[in-house]
């Protein structure tokens, strides 16, 4: 029986970057991934004329972690950074795309939210920190107490669709958006925080850079194929994996693949999996912890990259993309405008497109048909963007599971997990339902559960 210090089970992000922070100190690692690639939910191809994602779109600078994974895999010279046009952003009001405020000026001006809107906003400054309490409030009623219904319905509301595709008046705000908390109960008024924040950053001459949206030349696949050819030695894809078994020599990992089935006695196994399959491999030896990761809730996602003409689309299309916010009743979630993003990602005289359907929002309609999914997203987007008739091509991918929603009541969860690592010494769990969702989220927490590893081991 093959022994191994680390057994990684899974090859999403999470797992992929945990991988190469081990294996650079520690020749001892292995990873096991049931998919025939890594990278999980990162995936881009090169068709329809050009790059499309069927994922996550982009990435954003500003992460210490992020760079330094993409610096130790030798990838900025594959570094494309966003078009500037991309910076402006929209979301659907009254059936037309609206630009989302980017300064106090544009807010006066903006048609998104009304005048009445506007002067709640402004009253928001003379709020009172809140009697100190401990309670899990959810996003969306600190931010209708704050602000009001208008800047939720056509503010937070399609935010939150964006990053979550969840519900924010079920999400909490403890663990979406806990910065603001933290204003509330430091100065009272959030936009207060921010100001007052924003100055003592200035003063100190510690004024934050601008962000700036970027990806590869060939997709932000190129992140987990750079760690799977760096580390190929220690990767077998293409198994499954069965239920954990211990005794007092350790973790005893099968792996079941076409070759047959290896046995592999592992010191410490960490599964960096989603809730539901890391439920299923802990649940002879854990039953609670097997429950507690049973009760975290997925939102599930279809993406449709859609193909055009440019001049068949009347929208300028001068933006990030169209968010579209609940309040609208319609069936998508959003538009990304990916050939304004990375104009290098598509070809020329063509408008490329991505449509987000379903989310905790219309769970139903990801389990249409591939060719159900592709007219209703060209009709939603034909409508709100003003496409015309002319040739389309399109891609569709149904994420299902694919984003853990990060409800009110998390705690409970959360503990669970920590009781449960505490009462199985060598027994790791990792993944997008810990600590952050994003791709930055979860290669961070890759190293630092690498940093953590290293110290249990003294």
Not at 362 to 373: C, G
Not at 415 to 440: D, H, K
Request: aromatic share 6%; hydrophobic share 40%.
């Amino acid at each position: 029986m093959k022994h191994v210090k680390y057994v990684i089970v899974g090859g999403g992000i999470s797992g992929a970057t945990l991988l190469h922070a081990l294996s650079q100190r520690e020749k001892d690692v292995l990873l096991l991934e049931r998919k025939e690639r890594l990278g999980g939910v990162i995936r881009s191809e090169n068709i329809l004329g050009g790059v499309i994602e069927r994922g996550p779109n982009t990435l954003q600078t500003g992460n210490a972690h992020l760079e330094q994974l993409i610096d130790e895999l030798d990838l900025a010279g594959q570094l494309v950074t966003a078009d500037p046009a991309a910076g402006k952003r929209y979301v659907l009001r009254d059936g037309k795309p609206r630009t989302v405020p980017a300064n106090p000026r544009s807010l006066i001006e903006t048609r998104l939210v009304s005048a009445r809107a506007k002067l709640r906003l402004l009253r928001e400054w003379l709020a009172k920190a809140p009697p100190k309490n401990n309670r899990d409030e959810s996003v969306g009623a600190f931010v209708e107490r704050h602000f009001g219904p208008e800047p939720l319905n056509y503010g937070v509301d399609p935010f939150v669709s964006g990053i979550y595709a969840g519900d924010p008046h079920r999400l909490s705000l403890r663990h979406t958006f806990p910065v603001l908390q933290e204003l509330e109960r430091e100065y009272g008024s959030v936009i207060k925080g921010v100001m007052r924040r924003a100055k003592e950053r200035k003063l100190e001459g510690k004024e934050r850079k601008k962000r700036t949206l970027f990806s590869f030349r060939k997709g932000l696949q190129s992140l987990p194929q750079a760690i799977e050819q760096r580390w190929k030695e220690k990767i077998i894809i293409g198994v499954d994996i069965k239920p954990l078994e211990r005794n007092e020599e350790g973790w005893r990992v099968v792996a079941v693949r076409e070759g047959g089935i290896e046995a592999i006695r592992a010191e410490n196994v960490i599964l960096a999996l989603d809730g539901r399959g890391a439920a299923e491999i802990v649940g002879p030896i854990d039953a609670m912890l097997s429950e507690q990761l049973g009760k975290i809730e997925y939102a599930s996602i279809a993406v449709v990259s859609l193909l055009y003409d440019r001049s068949a689309v009347a929208h300028s299309l001068n933006g990030f993309g169209l968010l579209v916010p609940s309040a609208e009743k319609r069936d998508i979630l959003g538009v990304i405008f990916s050939s304004t993003i990375f104009p290098s990602h598509a070809s020329e005289g063509k408008a490329l497109l991505t449509v987000f359907i379903g989310g905790v929002r219309r769970p139903e309609l990801v389990d249409l048909s591939q060719e159900e999914l592709i007219q209703l997203a060209h009709h939603e987007t034909a409508d709100v963007l003003s496409i015309g008739s002319g040739s389309i091509e399109a891609e569709v991918t149904n994420w299902r599971m694919a984003i853990p929603q990060y409800n009110v009541g998390y705690d409970e969860i959360l503990a669970g997990i920590e009781a449960a690592e505490e009462r199985n010494p060598g027994l790791y769990l990792l993944g997008s339902y810990r600590n952050g969702v994003s791709i930055p989220d979860c290669v961070k927490n890759g190293y630092l559960l690498a940093k953590r590893l290293k110290e249990d081991r003294k």
